[in-house]
């Protein structure tokens, strides 16, 4: 950690919200972090002009066009070279294989109550429509460690909402991002503060 902060690299491929709300929360003194580097996947999103604006050093990756080792060697060149303290996926889409390096350096949100609703081709809309269909009365987001799976690392924290009656996807998902964006937040800093430790599959938050 340089300035005593803990350095993130944030990972995005759409609107950056999550991103958004990390830098806000940095702004506002509530989360104790610096948003060292912004790699996205594409480079035709609102999450890029977002991060610009926010003064973050960007960099472009297109997924479109490299071959997955490629695109792999490339990702994972940039991260070593900026040797961020955690690497946060926030609406990255493309599966990066992590390098034992960077075992318990990467963490994912995801908008339901992992196990349950994620896997490939699980994301935005697609996740609150399963859970929608599934009759489920309770959701919410997961922070997670990442492996090598879509949505598939052990847990970290994760924040509840009802599923209401009549309630649309879209109505969920507005439900559920924001403890998307109470939850986030609240991971890193459990970073920041060294009180989380990952021991094979188990977490302990101290
Ligand atoms: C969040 O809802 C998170 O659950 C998921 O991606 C979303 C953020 O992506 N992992 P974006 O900022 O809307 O592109």
């Known amino acids: 950690?340089?300035?005593?902060?803990?350095?993130?690299a944030v990972l995005i491929s759409g609107t950056g919200r999550s991103l958004v709300n990390m830098q806000e929360r940095i702004a506002a003194g509530t989360l104790d972090a610096k948003i060292k580097l912004v790699i996205s996947s594409r480079g035709d999103v609102a999450g890029v002009d977002r991060a610009r604006e926010l003064g973050l050093?960007?960099?472009i990756i297109e997924r479109r066009g490299l071959s997955a080792e490629e695109f792999?060697?490339?990702l994972t060149n940039t991260l070593v070279e900026a040797n961020p303290d955690l690497?946060?996926?926030a609406g990255f889409l493309s599966l990066w294989h992590i390098p034992d390096d960077?075992?318990?350096r990467v963490i994912n949100i995801h908008p339901a109550l992992l196990p349950d609703f994620g896997g490939k081709g699980m994301y935005g809309h697609h996740v609150h429509e399963a859970v929608l269909r599934a009759g489920k009365v309770v959701s919410g987001c997961s922070v997670h460690f990442?492996?090598?799976?879509y949505d598939h690392g052990?847990?970290?924290l994760q924040r509840q909402v009802p599923v209401k009656p009549g309630d649309t996807p879209d109505d969920l998902a507005a439900r559920v991002f924001e403890q998307e964006c109470i939850a986030y937040p609240e991971a890193i800093q459990l970073f920041a503060d060294g009180r989380v430790k990952l021991d094979g599959l188990t977490v302990t938050v101290s």
């Open 72 to 74: 792999q060697q490339k």
């Open 102 to 104: 960077f075992h318990g």
């Open 146 to 149: 990442c492996d090598n799976e």
């Open 1 to 8: 950690m340089s300035d005593g902060k803990l350095q993130l």
């Open 154 to 156: 052990p847990v970290i």
């Open 87 to 89: 690497i946060c996926m």
């Open 57 to 59: 050093e960007t960099v």
